[in-house]
Each structure stands twice: as C-alpha cells, then as structure tokens.
C-alpha cells in the first residue's frame, strides 16, 4: 500500500511538473508573439508612411502636369482666337475696299448712262434732220420728176422684171430642154440594161392540154360503157374531154387554167390506178382538189424565196401560187408577174431605190387576179383590198392601186411597176386579144348559170357551144330546172353576143346511199 500511495504521489508530482513546463513554454511563446506582432505593426506603419508620402508626391507630380497641359491648352486656344481676330479684320478690310470698289464702279455706270442718253438723244436728232432732208429731196426729185415715190417704185421693179422675164425664160427653157434630153437618154439607158439582164420565155398559156396515154386501148376504158366514164369525167371537173384519132394522146380544153390542171392531175392518176368507173373518178377528183391547194402554197413560196422576199403572210403566199392559174390576154399571171418584179427590181437597183420593195410591189402588182373570178370587183381594186388585209407597205398599195392609171403613183416604184407592167405585157407574142376574147366570153356564160338562184356550178363546155348547170336537188326541183334553163336563154340571147347557138343543159342529180354493217 505504501508503494501505492509513493505511486500517486510521484504521478502527482510528475503532472504538476508537466503543467509547469507547459505553463513556462507557453509564457516564453506567448511573449515572443507580441514582439513578433509589435515589429509587424511596427512594419505596416512605417510602409503606410512611405506609401503615404509617394502617393502625395505622384499627386503632386501629376497636378504639375495637368497644370501644364491647361496652360499649353489656354495658349494654344489664345493664338487661334488672336489669328481668327486677324483674319475677321482683313476680311473686314477687304470688305470695305469691295464695297468702296463697287461705289466707284455705279459711279461710273451711271456716268456712262449719262453720256449713252446724250449720245442717244443727239443721233435721234440727226435721223430726225436726216429724214427731213430725205424727205425735202424726195419731194424736190417728185417735184422734178412729176411721179410719186411708190409709182417710181413700181415702174422700176417693173421694168427690171420685164428685162429679166427674157433672160430667166431663156434659161428655164434651155434647162428644161437639157433635163429631157438627158432623163430620155439615161430612162432609155435603164430600160434597155433592165431588159438585156432580164430575159425570159413568151409566156402565153393555152386553152388545152394534151397527155400521153400508155396504148389506145386505154382511150376505150377512159370512154367507159355508153361514155359514163367521159360524162362523168366532164361533169365532175368542167373541162371538154377530145378523144380523137390522135395515137396514145387525148386533149383537155377548158378556158381555166386550174380546173384544165385538176383534170389532167385526175385523169393521169385515174390511168396510174388503172380502176376507171364513176365512183373511182369522183374520188380521185377530191383527192386532187385536196392536193392542188398544196401545190399552189409550194409554187407561193418558191416564187416568194426565187425574188428574196420576206415577211410574206402565209395566206398572201397561197394567193400568190393561184396566180399560175389565172391568164391575161393568154399571158401566165404568175410568171408576168414575176417578170415584172424582175424588171422593178433592175431599174430599181439603177436609179437607187429599193431593190427589195420594188420586187415586191411588182409580183403584187396583179395579185388581185387571182380572186377576180370569186369575189365581184376590178383586179386592182382587189389587190388593193388584200394588200391592205395583209399589211402590205404604202408603196407596195399605191403601186398596185396606179399601175394602170386609176390614181396617181406617189413614188418612184409606183412608176417603175407602170413601166415593167408595160414592158412585160408588150412583148412580141406575150399577149393575144382573140384568147382573152374567148376565155371572157366563157366566163361570162358561167357567171349568167350562177346568177341563178339554186344553182351550184356552171361550166362552158365545148368552146362556149354548150353550158352545163348543175342544181342544187334539195332546192330545185324539176319544173324549176326547166325554168331555169328558159331564164338562162333568154338571158345568153339579151346579154351577150356569141357566133352560132348556146345548148343549156341543167342537171339535177339525187343520190340515196346507205352503208351495211
């Protein structure tokens, strides 16, 4: 137990020990802090103190500076109000010498304005005393002379144009005299250099055309049985069909040239087929009406592209191919009218028009031939109607309307178409009145048969001996086709003069046809 007790007292002991140690350590730490904190305050004052004095000098330093900039700044604003005073003041110097410029300047205006209205006033008192003068010495020479100024005058003037009438008239005449003879030979000269480069074939168109048959036999199949095949043929395309002793050859004759072609084109492909009956005939005849309308726009447009023409309207182009199938005097319309546009086109060139227009208005010249037959008026009067609907050029109208003198040309193609037109025309062979003759008194007897109300077509056969009326069945019944044919007599005999008799056959057809399926 006494071990014990020495124990705890040694343990005892041992902890307060151990207290004091730590008490110790920690007073000696505790002082060394707060002279370790003293020196850092210590520190911290003294580095205040020195900021502070820095700050105050670099405060200082920079005031100094603005100080200056302010004062290098007012300076500087000083001398620019100094120099803009110097200036205002020059200006205002210069000012006063502009205006005291000025001053002297309307001095001397009104000055001169002065002297002008002296000079003024003292040369209208010279005129005045000039005019008097003149006066008192027209009035001394009137005096002398016993004539008044104006009939002095006159006389004068009188006399001088009495003295020149002579000479002027002399001269116009010798000019004039000059200018024909000169325009005849250069016209003369024109016209001969056209016609030498300018050289065609006689134009003249017939009345029948021939075609070549394979064998006379076929001359008996084109007949038919009791002549159907003829009848038809000769109704259906209004030409004269002569079948004659003629070998391997059989003749059209017809007056126009269009229907004389779509029989031809018919009968030689009727022969071609080898089926010759009246059905087969009627349809290759509509198949050739077809057909020719084709034809007749290809012959448009080579004659067209031939002369170097453009622009030309598609209808117009179509008329023009119909003129292949009109005559004139037995003249082909088309190639007298091309030959004309040729010509045109020639003494265009030479005399410096233009070539192109003058080629057009020549080919156009006639154009209206080609529906002289369907629509009632003169072929000028038509041309004109069509070259207007197809807006043709100013020209081109005025030279169709002129060129045989039914108005005046108002140009130089105008003329020349005239001119072309007349050389065309009057070539040797080109023209025969006899054909032209014939072919009017024929189309006179077709437009009497269409006159007729009810009637469908006309044709004059056989050179005018026989007219054939075919008559609308659904409209004329029998009794009116023979009054018909009466009419038409009496209206032959009181309207036209023709050598021998006129036969009138008037022929109504009906036809019933059914098709079983």
């Known amino acids: 137990m006494g071990e014990s007790l020495s124990s705890i007292v040694f343990l005892i002991l041992g902890l307060f020990a151990g207290a004091g140690i730590v008490i110790v350590?920690?007073?000696?730490?505790?002082?060394?802090?707060?002279?370790?904190?003293?020196?850092?305050?210590?520190?911290?004052?003294?580095?205040?103190?020195?900021?502070?004095?820095?700050?105050?000098?670099e405060i200082k330093q920079e005031s100094l500076r603005l100080k200056e900039e302010t004062?290098?700044?007012?300076?500087?604003?000083?001398?620019?109000?100094?120099e803009m005073e110097d200036r205002l003041d020059k200006r205002e110097n210069s000012l006063d010498k502009r205006e005291e410029l000025l001053q002297s300047r309307s001095n001397n205006i009104d000055k001169k304005d002065e002297d002008l209205l002296d000079k003024q006033k003292k040369l209208q008192e010279k005129e005045e005393k000039i005019d008097g003068l003149i006066k008192k010495e027209t009035e001394k020479l009137e005096e002398i002379s016993k004539l008044k100024k104006e009939k002095a005058y006159t006389i004068l003037m009188k006399k001088v144009e009495e003295e020149m009438s002579f000479e002027i008239a002399d001269y116009i005449k010798e000019e004039e005299q000059k200018a024909r003879l000169n325009a005849h030979e250069v016209a003369k000269g024109i016209i001969v250099e056209a016609m030498q480069r300018y050289s065609s074939d006689v134009t003249n168109e017939q009345t029948v055309s021939t075609i070549a048959l394979p064998s006379d036999d076929m001359k008996g199949r084109l007949i038919g049985r009791e002549g159907r095949n003829i009848r038809t043929i000769e109704a259906v395309t209004g030409v004269d069909l002569i079948i004659d002793d003629t070998p391997e050859a059989i003749v059209i004759s017809s007056f126009d040239p269009l229907r004389r072609e779509i029989a031809k084109i018919t009968i030689e492909s009727l022969i071609k087929d080898g089926?010759?009956?009246?059905?087969?005939?009627?349809?290759?005849?509509?198949?050739?009406?077809?057909?020719?309308?084709?034809?007749?726009?290809?012959?448009?447009?080579?004659?067209?592209?031939?002369?170097?023409?453009?622009?030309?309207?598609?209808?117009?182009?179509?008329?023009?191919?119909?003129?292949?199938?009109?005559?004139?005097?037995?003249?082909?319309?088309?190639?007298?009218?091309?030959?004309?546009?040729?010509?045109?086109?020639?003494?265009?060139?030479?005399?410096?028009?233009?070539?192109?227009?003058?080629?057009?208005?020549?080919?156009?010249?006639?154009?209206?031939?080609?529906?002289?037959?369907?629509?009632?008026?003169?072929?000028?009067?038509?041309?004109?109607?069509?070259a207007k609907k197809y807006h043709e050029d100013e020209v081109v109208i005025n030279a169709i309307a002129s060129h045989h003198g039914d108005c005046e040309a108002t140009s130089v193609i105008a003329v020349l178409v005239q001119i072309a037109d007349t050389l065309s025309a009057a070539r040797p062979g080109a023209r025969n009145d006899s054909i032209e003759n014939y072919v009017k008194r024929l189309?006179?007897?077709?437009?009497?048969?269409?006159?007729?109300?009810?009637?469908?077509?006309?044709?004059?056969?056989?050179?005018g001996r026989e007219v054939r009326v075919?008559?609308?069945?659904?409209?004329?019944?029998?009794?009116?086709?023979?009054?018909?044919?009466?009419?038409?007599?009496?209206?032959?005999?009181?309207?036209?003069?023709?050598?021998?008799?006129?036969?009138?056959?008037?022929?109504?057809?009906?036809?019933?046809?059914?098709?079983?399926?």
Request: glycine fraction near 6%; include cysteine; aromatic fraction near 4%.
């Open 25 to 57: 350590i920690y007073v000696f730490r505790k002082r060394a802090l707060t002279t370790k904190a003293a020196d850092l305050i210590s520190e911290a004052v003294k580095k205040a103190e020195e900021a502070k004095k820095t700050s105050l000098a």
């Open 71 to 82: 004062d290098k700044e007012i300076k500087e604003r000083k001398k620019e109000l100094k």
């Open 443 to 463: 189309e006179q007897l077709e437009e009497i048969g269409n006159s007729f109300e009810g009637v469908e077509k006309t044709y004059a056969m056989q050179a």
């Open 470 to 517: 075919l008559v609308k069945p659904e409209e004329v019944n029998d009794a009116k086709a023979k009054i018909i044919a009466r009419n038409m007599k009496e209206k032959i005999e009181a309207e036209m003069q023709y050598p021998g008799t006129v036969k009138i056959t008037v022929i109504r057809e009906t036809r019933a046809s059914e098709e079983a399926k």
């Open 275 to 386: 089926r010759i009956h009246p059905t087969r005939i009627e349809e290759i005849y509509t198949k050739v009406c077809n057909d020719i309308n084709t034809k007749i726009t290809d012959l448009g447009n080579s004659t067209v592209y031939e002369l170097g023409l453009s622009k030309v309207d598609p209808e117009l182009i179509n008329t023009i191919g119909r003129l292949n199938y009109r005559t004139s005097y037995g003249q082909n319309a088309l190639k007298h009218s091309k030959e004309v546009a040729y010509l045109c086109g020639l003494m265009a060139g030479e005399l410096g028009e233009n070539v192109t227009l003058a080629r057009r208005a020549g080919l156009l010249h006639d154009i209206g031939k080609a529906i002289d037959y369907e629509v009632e008026g003169s072929h000028v009067e038509l041309g004109v109607m069509l």
